[in-house]
């Protein structure tokens, strides 16, 4: 069974930073190609970030410079560090297996002075 758990949001003012967590199982976590997707609210889902089996990263152009995204294999976990953070960063952050429909709860960042 596919279980995904966020972790690592909050409450931070703008120009600061979280680091977010995603505790992945049921499923080859090594081999799986991995995104964070965030949801504003009374918005649409958004792409935010890839993170590939080997590493490499792709990020959507709002994120770049600000957003590094990371995994450890052994740990079947990945990661998503923000840094110099924006109100219009505020969402539900989660995570997913690229294709699959399997959501975990997400975790609330809120950009806010």
């Known amino acids: 069974q596919v279980q995904l758990l966020e972790s690592g949001g909050g409450l931070v003012q703008p120009g600061g930073s979280l680091s977010l967590s995603c505790a992945a199982s049921g499923f080859p976590f090594s081999e799986a190609i991995m995104t964070w997707i965030r949801q504003a609210p009374g918005k649409a889902r958004e792409w935010v970030a890839t993170i590939a089996p080997g590493g490499a990263t792709f990020y959507t152009d709002s994120v770049k410079g600000r957003f590094t995204g990371s995994r450890d294999n052994a740990r079947n976990t990945l990661y998503l560090q923000m840094n110099s953070l924006k109100p219009e960063d505020t969402a539900v952050y989660y995570c997913?297996?690229?294709?699959?429909?399997?959501w975990g709860p997400g975790t609330q960042v809120t950009v806010s002075s």
């Open positions: 997913q297996e690229y294709g699959s429909t399997t």
